[in-house]
């Protein structure tokens, strides 16, 4: 697909990490390519590598979705691109690390923002579309932290925990002409730790998926129908304990995945 009457993958947090390496999956798979981030350059560097990889054309779109306009700035932008978005791929998000007490009101505010927030507006923008035409796909970037409860993550978790739910309560409204899909990963090697100012934290130990082979699974598994993607079994594993344990044994376990890097019931040790 290189004419700009085809459908396009737009994709959130496309300038690294699962973003970027879901738009080239969407790029071998034949879409044209809608990126947008915050980082101009780095998302200029994606959409060069998609062009000569696979021959696809691209637009790139910098956006800060913390702003409060930000999705509404962004849907009016690719509008005027006269691209069909045939498949939306929101891997838009950051985390932070520390105690909700120590850590800036607004930093909070921009994370609820960009990792709910702006998933749901989006979703609430580009679905009906797709519902019209009887077809499309949506992927969503959740984690096998909004599973549990996290000390000191708190904020990161719980809008990850909105993102897992709401994939699947979307996915029900829009089966079977429109496909949504949550990916649930464990921790991903990724520029998480950095951008989280979590030097301090454990996870860094635990950086155990390569973001490359995420997106591969999560794309496949995605046009196969699958409505919750957990990468390997390690992460269904983690994903399903919270049915099973008390609350307070979660919440201790979500603590240590972040202090640790590791929840417990899979160390070595």
């Not at 690294?16 to 390519?33: F, M, N, R, T, V």
């Not at 973001?211 to 990468?231: K, L, N, S």
Request: hydrophobic content about 40%; proline content about 6%.
């Amino acid at each position: 697909m290189s004419d700009t009457d085809d459908g396009a993958a737009l994709v959130t947090g496309a300038s690294s990490g699962i973003g970027a390496a879901l738009a080239l999956e969407a790029a071998a798979d034949g879409y044209d390519l809608l990126l947008t981030a915050r980082r101009e350059q780095r998302l200029r560097d994606v959409a060069s590598e998609a062009r000569q990889e696979y021959g696809v054309a691209t637009t790139v779109l910098p956006q800060d979705l913390a702003a409060p306009d930000g999705v509404a700035r962004l849907h009016d932008r690719v509008a005027e691109t006269d691209h069909r978005v045939d498949r939306l791929v929101d891997s838009a998000g950051f985390p932070t690390y520390g105690p909700v007490a120590e850590t800036a009101p607004e930093r909070l505010r921009d994370q609820v923002r960009v990792n709910a927030t702006a998933t749901a507006e989006l979703a609430g923008r580009i679905a009906p579309e797709m519902a019209d035409r009887g077809a499309g796909g949506i992927v969503l970037v959740g984690s096998a932290a909004g599973y549990y409860p996290a000390p000191r993550a708190a904020t990161y978790a719980a809008s990850k925990a909105f993102v897992n739910f709401f994939a699947r309560g979307l996915a029900a409204e829009l089966e079977p002409q429109v496909t949504v899909s949550v990916v649930c990963p464990t921790a991903v090697d990724t520029e998480f730790v950095e951008r989280g100012g979590m030097a301090d934290s454990g996870v860094d130990d635990g950086l155990t998926h390569d973001p490359v082979d995420i997106a591969r699974t999560t794309w496949e598994q995605h046009r196969a129908g699958e409505r919750v993607i957990f990468p390997d079994w390690k992460d269904a594993a983690v994903c399903q304990f919270p049915r099973l344990l008390p609350h307070e044994t979660i919440t201790s376990f979500g603590a240590d995945a972040f202090d640790q890097g590791t929840f417990p019931f899979l160390s070595d040790d």
